[in-house]
C-alpha cells in the first residue's frame, strides 16, 4: 500500500505531469479560443475552462482533462512537488517561495471562480443607480406594486429557474405573500407576440399572446429568456397565468390580499454598497475615424449621504467597497453626432482581486532569492578570476 | 408542431396541478428603485415591439378597411380576424382558404417559412439555395416568393389530415413585417383558380388615403407606387417617393424611412439639431460604415453637388462591405448619400444596400432628395 502511494506521489508531483498538465493548458487555450470564435466566449468557457472533461470533433479529434482538471491536477502538482517532496535547504528557498506565489496566483484563480459576481451598470447621464446586474443570470422578482420608494423585493435565483423547461414546473411561497407561485416553460431566447396561426407556440398562449422561441445566441448576453408564471391567491383560490419575458417594459402585475402585486424575469441584480450618478461622459475618436480613441465618465459616488466626485476611464477603474468599476463600452453603437450616449460599466465584486497582485510580488521575491546569489557567486568568481590573472601577469 | 402542442398541453397540463413540493422564498432584498410599474398594463403596454415591429392587434376590425382587391369571379369575402387581415373563400368551396396574414419582424426568414408551408404537407424542407431559386412575385409592393404544396394537408394545428390537397402562396419576409397571402384547398381546385389567385395577389392595395400602419405601431408599407407619400404628422418636410419605393415604420434617428427591393435597400432621412456634428464628421462616419479610409481634400472637393432643400450639396457614394448602426457587417454593399449642415438643424439622406441595387437606385435616390422640400 505504502508503495502504491509513494507511486502516486512520485508521478503526482512529476516533472512529467507538469510538462503534460501545461501542454494540455496550451491546448485548451488554443481549441478554447478557436471555439469562442463560432459560439461565443461564454459557452467556450463553460465547455473548456470550467469543466472536468473536454470532448471535441473538431477542429481536431480529442479527449482532453478540462480547466478544473488540467487546473486541479498542476495546484496538486505545484504543491507535492514544489512544497512538500522538495528538498528544503537554503539554496531551494527560492523556488519554493516561487511556487508559494504560483500557488496564490491558482488560488486567486479558484476564488475568483467560485466566489466573484460580475455584471454592468448602464447610465445616462443624470442617471444614478445603486446596483448592478449580470449578464447572463436570471431571477425572478416579487413586490408590492403600489410601493414608490425603497421596496421589498421576493426573489427567486437563476438555479431555480433554468430548468424549468419541458414541462418542468416549480412551486414557491413565502408567508409574507399571500399567494403560491408556479413558475414553468423557461426559455433561453424568446419573444412575446401576439399568437397567430402563423407560428409554434413554445409556450401557452395568455391573452393572446405567447413565446416565440428564437435559436440561442452564443454570445449568451444577448439573449432575452421567458417564463410562465401561475399565480394562486392562498385565501380565495384566484388564479391567474403571466408571461414573464424578459424583454418588457413593464411588469405582470395581478391583486392578491388586497394588493396589487408586480412579478418579473430580469437579469440578477447585484446591490452595491454606494450609488453611481454619471454627471458626465465624454469620447475622442481617433482623427479621420469613427473609432473610438478613448472614453471617459466623471461619476460622483455616493455613500452614506457623502458624495465624492471620480473620473473612471480605460485602464483606470474605480475601486470601493470590494468593487471594480471599469469603464468598458458606450452607446448607442453608431449614433449619429448630436445623440444622447449612455456609459457603460463593467462592475466586478472579487474577492480575490489584488491576490494576483501579491503572487506577483512573492514570485518577485523567490526569483531574487533565487537569482540574486546566483549573481553574487559569479561577481566573486569574476573579482577572483581578475585577481588571479592580474597575479600571473 | 405536435411535439411543441404536446409540450404546450402538458405544461398547461402541469400548471394545473401540485407540481411536487413547494419551495420558499428565501431570498429578499430590499430596491432603492423599483422597476416601474403600469398597473393593468395591456399586453402592447408590456411587450412593447420585441421585433422593432408592433404586430396586428387582437382586433383587427380596422383593418380590413386597409385594403382593396380585385375579387376573383366567384369567390367570396369573409369577415377579417386577428390573424386574416384579409379573408376569402375561394371558389365558394367551403374546403379552401385564402388570407393575408401579417407577422412582425422576419417571423424566422424565408427559408424557415417556405419550410414550415412544407412540414403542413409532410414535403422535404428545401435548402436556402432551392428556396432563393422559387419564383417570385410582386404583393402589395414587396417582393414575394411563390410556394407551390401539393399532398396531405394537416394544417397549423394538428388538423385531420386531407388528402390531395395544395397550396399556392405568397411569403414577403422583411425585417419590418412579413407578409402571407396562403391558399389551400383541394388539389384540383387551386390548379384550375391559380390564375385567379396570382391575379388577386396582384390587384392587392391598401385603399386610397388609408393609413399604411398594420397594426397601428409598424407594419408593411403597402402604398401605391409613385405616389406622393401621406404626409406623416411629425415630418418636417414633404417628398414624392419614388416607384417602387414603400414607408417603413418610424425608427429612431429617423424622419422617415423607405425600402425597397423586398427589403433590400433602404433610404432615409434623418434631422439632427444644430450641425449635427459637421458634414465633414459625418462624412467620414459613412466612410467608415463602408470599411473606407476618410475622403482627402482632393476627394472631398470632387464630389458631385446636387440639389437639396434650395441650395446644392455634395454627393457621397461609396462602395464596400457595409456595417450599420446594428453592428451587422454585409458584403459588397453600397452607399449613398447627402448631407445639409445648417446651424439650425440639419438634414441627412441616405441609400444603403446590395452595390448593384443602390447604383441602380441612384437615379430614384437624386430625383428623391430634389423632391424632398420644407414643410410649409
Not at chain 1, 67 to 96: H, P
Not at chain 1, 282 to 294: I, T
Not at chain 2, 156 to 169: F, H, I, Q, S, T
Not at chain 2, 220 to 249: C, N, R, Y
Amino acid at each position: 500500500m505504502k508503495r502504491v502511494f509513494g507511486g502516486l506521489a512520485r508521478l503526482l508531483s512529476s516533472y512529467g505531469l507538469a510538462c503534460f498538465l501545461l501542454l494540455n493548458l496550451f491546448l485548451l487555450t488554443l481549441f478554447g479560443t478557436l471555439y469562442q470564435v463560432d459560439n461565443g466566449l461564454y459557452v467556450a468557457q463553460k465547455r473548456y475552462f470550467e469543466s472536468w472533461w473536454v470532448v471535441q470533433r473538431s477542429p481536431v479529434p480529442l479527449v482532453m482533462p478540462g480547466g478544473l482538471t488540467c487546473m486541479g491536477l498542476l495546484s496538486l502538482n505545484l504543491f507535492l512537488g514544489g512544497l512538500v517532496r522538495i528538498r528544503k535547504s537554503a539554496r531551494t528557498a527560492g523556488v519554493i517561495v516561487i511556487h508559494l506565489g504560483v500557488a496564490l496566483l491558482l488560488a486567486s484563480g479558484l476564488v475568483k471562480l467560485q466566489f466573484s459576481d460580475d455584471g454592468n451598470l448602464r447610465l445616462y447621464e443624470g442617471e444614478q443607480s445603486d446596483e448592478f446586474e449580470s449578464y447572463y443570470l436570471w431571477e425572478v422578482a416579487v413586490w408590492d406594486a403600489a410601493a414608490t420608494g425603497p421596496v421589498e423585493e421576493h426573489l427567486i435565483p437563476h438555479e431555480q429557474l433554468v430548468d424549468l423547461s419541458e414541462g418542468r414546473t416549480r412551486r414557491f411561497t413565502s408567508p409574507a405573500l399571500p399567494f403560491e407561485l408556479e413558475l414553468g416553460n423557461f426559455l433561453v431566447n424568446c419573444r412575446a407576440m401576439p399568437k397567430g396561426d402563423r407560428w409554434e407556440a413554445a409556450s401557452p398562449v395568455i391573452g393572446g399572446y405567447a413565446f416565440l422561441a428564437q435559436p440561442v445566441d452564443p454570445e449568451r448576453e444577448r439573449n432575452a429568456a421567458g417564463l410562465v408564471a401561475r399565480v394562486s391567491d392562498r385565501a380565495t383560490g384566484a388564479t391567474s397565468q403571466h408571461l414573464l419575458p424578459a424583454l418588457e417594459m413593464y411588469p405582470a402585475t395581478f391583486e392578491s390580499g388586497g394588493k396589487t402585486w408586480a412579478i418579473a424575469l430580469r437579469h440578477k441584480r447585484y446591490p452595491m454598497p454606494f450609488a453611481i450618478r454619471l454627471e458626465d461622459f465624454r469620447k475622442e475618436d481617433h482623427p479621420g475615424m469613427n473609432l473610438a480613441k478613448s472614453f471617459e465618465s466623471d461619476v460622483v459616488k455616493v455613500e452614506g449621504g457623502a458624495a465624492q466626485k471620480v473620473r473612471i476611464q480605460m485602464n483606470e477603474p474605480l475601486r470601493h467597497g470590494g468593487l471594480v468599476l471599469f469603464q468598458s463600452s458606450w452607446g448607442p453603437e453608431g449614433a449619429p453626432p448630436g445623440t444622447p450616449l449612455f456609459s457603460v460599466f463593467s462592475v466586478v465584486r472579487n474577492p480575490s482581486d489584488f491576490w494576483p497582485l501579491y503572487s506577483c510580488i512573492v514570485i518577485g521575491l523567490g526569483l531574487l532569492l533565487v537569482f540574486l546569489p546566483k549573481l553574487w557567486r559569479f561577481v566573486l568568481s569574476q573579482r577572483a578570476r581578475a585577481q588571479s590573472v592580474g597575479g600571473v601577469s | 408542431m405536435r411535439r411543441a402542442l404536446a409540450l404546450a398541453a402538458l405544461a398547461l397540463a402541469a400548471c394545473g396541478k401540485p407540481a411536487g413540493p413547494v419551495e420558499e422564498i428565501v431570498l429578499t432584498r430590499t430596491a432603492s428603485q423599483p422597476m416601474p410599474v403600469k398597473i393593468g398594463a395591456s399586453a402592447v403596454d408590456r411587450f412593447g415591439d420585441p421585433t422593432g415591429m408592433r404586430a396586428p392587434s387582437s382586433d383587427a376590425s380596422g383593418m380590413a378597411d386597409l385594403f382593396a382587391y380585385d375579387l376573383p369571379t366567384g369567390w367570396k369575402s369573409l369577415p377579417s380576424t386577428s390573424d386574416r387581415l384579409v379573408n376569402l373563400l375561394p371558389a365558394g368551396d367551403p374546403g379552401a382558404s385564402c388570407y393575408l396574414s401579417f407577422l412582425g419582424g422576419t417571423g424566422g426568414g424565408l427559408e424557415v417559412n417556405v419550410n414550415r408551408w412544407r412540414k403542413q404537407f409532410g414535403s422535404d424542407p428545401l435548402d436556402a439555395g432551392q428556396v432563393e431559386a422559387l419564383p417570385r412575385r410582386t404583393m402589395l409592393g414587396h417582393d414575394a416568393t411563390l410556394v407551390e404544396i401539393a399532398g396531405v394537408f394537416t394544417g397549423m394545428g394538428g388538423d385531420e389530415p386531407r388528402e390531395g390537397y395544395a397550396l399556392l402562396g405568397l411569403i414577403s419576409c422583411q425585417t419590418e413585417g412579413s407578409l402571407f397571402l396562403k391558399f389551400t384547398g383541394p388539389a384540383p381546385l387551386v390548379a384550375a383558380e391559380r390564375e385567379n389567385f396570382l391575379a388577386f395577389s396582384a390587384s392587392l392595395r391598401v385603399e386610397e388615403g388609408a393609413h399604411p400602419d398594420l397594426g397601428g405601431g409598424g407594419g408593411a408599407d403597402v402604398h401605391a407606387h409613385g405616389e406622393e407619400m401621406p404626409e406623416a404628422p411629425e415630418s418636417a418636410f414633404t417628398w414624392t417617393a419614388p416607384e417602387g419605393w414603400s414607408q417603413l415604420p418610424a425608427r429612431p434617428f429617423r424622419d422617415v424611412s423607405f425600402g425597397m427591393a423586398g427589403g433590400q435597400g433602404e433610404c432615409y432621412v434623418s434631422v439632427l439639431g444644430g450641425d449635427g456634428g459637421g458634414l465633414e464628421a459625418n462624412f467620414v462616419r459613412w466612410c467608415d460604415q463602408v470599411g473606407r479610409p476618410p475622403l482627402t481634400e482632393d476627394e472631398f472637393a470632387a464630389l458631385e453637388r446636387v440639389p437639396f432643400l434650395g441650395t446644392k450639396v455634395p454627393l457621397l457614394q461609396l462602395t464596400g462591405d457595409f456595417t450599420g448602426m446594428d453592428g451587422r457587417t454585409q458584403l459588397g454593399h453600397g452607399l449613398i448619400g447627402v448631407a445639409l449642415v445648417r446651424p439650425g438643424g440639419s438634414v441627412f439622406v441616405k441609400l444603403t444596400g446590395p452595390e448593384k441595387l443602390v447604383l441602380a437606385e441612384r437615379e430614384h435616390f437624386l430625383a428623391f432628395v430634389a423632391s424632398i422640400e420644407e414643410r410649409p
